[in-house]
Each structure stands twice: as C-alpha cells, then as structure tokens.
C-alpha cells in the first residue's frame, strides 16, 4: 500500500472506558452514569464517526474486568491493566500502549467517550502535520486533552510525542488530584510549550521535529452551553462537539435530532429527521414558557411576602 493510499484511509477512532469497580472511591469522570448509560454514550460516539468518515475503524481501550454491551458495529478491544487510583493517568498509560504496537495504516484519533462526531476530519490529513491538538483561551489548560489527533505521515514522530507527553505526566503531574483529572492536559501544555495568547494564530507549532498542528476547540472541541436551545441549529459549523459534564444530557437529543436519519438511506428517514426537529423546538418551546412562568412569579411571590 502506498504512503499516499494509507493518508486517504479514513481514521482510527479510539476511546477508553474501563467499569468503576464495585465500592471504589476515587473520583470518576462519570462516576454518576449506570453502565447502560455509559454503553449508549460509546455507542453513539463510535456510530457518528462511522456516519462521518465511512469506513472508519474503532477502538476501545480497556481492561480484561470490563463488560462492553450494546455497542454496535465492529470494535476492537485492547486490553490493558487500569489503576482505578489514578484513572486518567492509566487512560494515557493505555493510549501510549495502543500508540506503540500500532502499524499506523491510518490516523489514529484518541478522544473521550462523550463526543459526537457533527463532521469529517478528513481534510486535515491532506495538511503536513503529525500531531493535533485542541486550544482554548485558557491559562492554565490551554490544551483540552478530550481530542488529540495522530497523523500517519511520519508515525515515530507521533509515537514519540505521545511518550513525551506520558513521560511527562508521569513525572511532573501527578501529584494532588492532577493524575485523577487534568494531569493530562497540563503535560500536552508543557510538550507545547506556549501560553494560550501566544498559541492563538498559530497553526502549527515545531517540537522536537514534531510538527503539532493548533486546532480551535471552538470546532474542533467545541461544548455547547447545557441547554437544548443550544443545540437547535445542528451546529453546522463545528466538527467535534464535546459534551462535558452535565451537557451529556444533550447527547441523545442531538445525535435523534440532527444524526441518527442520516444513517439511512431510505427516504422516510428524513422525514423522522423533520419530526425529530419539530419535537425538539416544542421542548424548547416549553422550557422557555417554564423559565417565563418561573421569573414571572419571583417578583409576585416577593410582592405578597
């Protein structure tokens, strides 16, 4: 196959997930979800990357306690040790392993489980880069480490900056809560080596003979505001949408509302699409009317105190 052919290949979407074990402590970044809600979420992610990049394939990076159900289409599993004290730090331990052993047939998109695909990254390929990552205005997480890009131009170069990246981890944050939560993205910061201000404009940035190409979270990460009105437009214009936190709520209405129909090619679908639109305007609709009533009747209830 040539180097050109294997560019053109659509990605390799890889996630992680392992199960909370029974009477853990520690914090989870989804410690509130039950499993089948957790099992929708990777369902979802890896369908709307197959929707977007036909021929896409998926990875779930876990380990051998895990139960994986209700996951359509064809995942692979790779299995690793996972320490539950230090989670998002046995996350990247797991994507610097995947990373190693991988041939690099295709990029390789590492990503967190609550994203939706709302569009192609195909076209970045076509770009001279080897790593891509996610900037915001931040001046301590400038790098969202929900999404980091391996392109297959040159794959020693992604593979040694991805060591970089967890030997840093490994060394410099870990300590406090930082290997639970963030310690990630504070080593992607330092591998970069730029504050935000300086990161803006900028699209690539050389490191080490590493080309690291800064890609807006504003599309390519992008975290609508928790509501459902802030969904109602499809999102057009952004590539990526990360639900963080509590917008996991907005997920499904999302994926029913703007992506499921496309799944289809029968000529009814679209017509779900419509209705499914028309359903969300109407919980808007009542939500706004709901919020109305509510502010209406605080100045009320203050009159009559």
Known sequence: MSALHARARAPEFTSFHADRPAGAREAHPNANLVPSSYMRMLDLLYRSARLTHPGAACTLLTDPATRVAGIRGNVRRFD????????????????????????FERPIVL???????????????????????????????????????????????????????????????????????????????DVVGLTHEEMKGRDVVERDGCRIA?????????SPDNELAAIQDGLPTKVVLHF?????????????TFLQWRES??????????????????????????????????PAAKANA
């Open 80 to 103: 690793q040790p996972i320490d539950h004290t230090a989670l998002m730090l046995s996350r990247s331990r797991a994507q610097r392993a995947y990373v190693e052993m991988s041939p």
């Open 111 to 189: 990503l967190d489980s609550d994203i939706l695909l709302n569009g192609s990254l195909q076209g970045l390929f076509d770009t001279d880069f080897d790593v891509g990552l996610t900037w915001r205005a931040s001046r301590t997480m400038p790098i969202n480490g929900g999404l980091i890009v391996l392109n297959n131009r040159r794959p020693e170069v992604a593979r040694t900056f991805v060591r970089r990246f967890v030997e840093l981890y490994e060394r410099v944050h870990t300590t406090d809560t930082n290997a639970s939560w963030y310690g990630d993205q504070l080593a992607l910061r």
């Open 214 to 222: 800064l890609l807006p979270c504003d599309v390519y990460n992008f």
């Open 244 to 256: 963080k936190g509590q917008r996991k709520q907005l997920m499904d209405p999302f994926w029913s």
């Open 265 to 298: 090619f029968w000529p009814w679908a679209a017509r779900r699409g419509r209705r499914a639109l028309r359903e969300l305007q109407a919980r808007i609709a009542a939500e706004n009317a709901a919020a109305a009533r509510s502010a209406t009747a605080k």
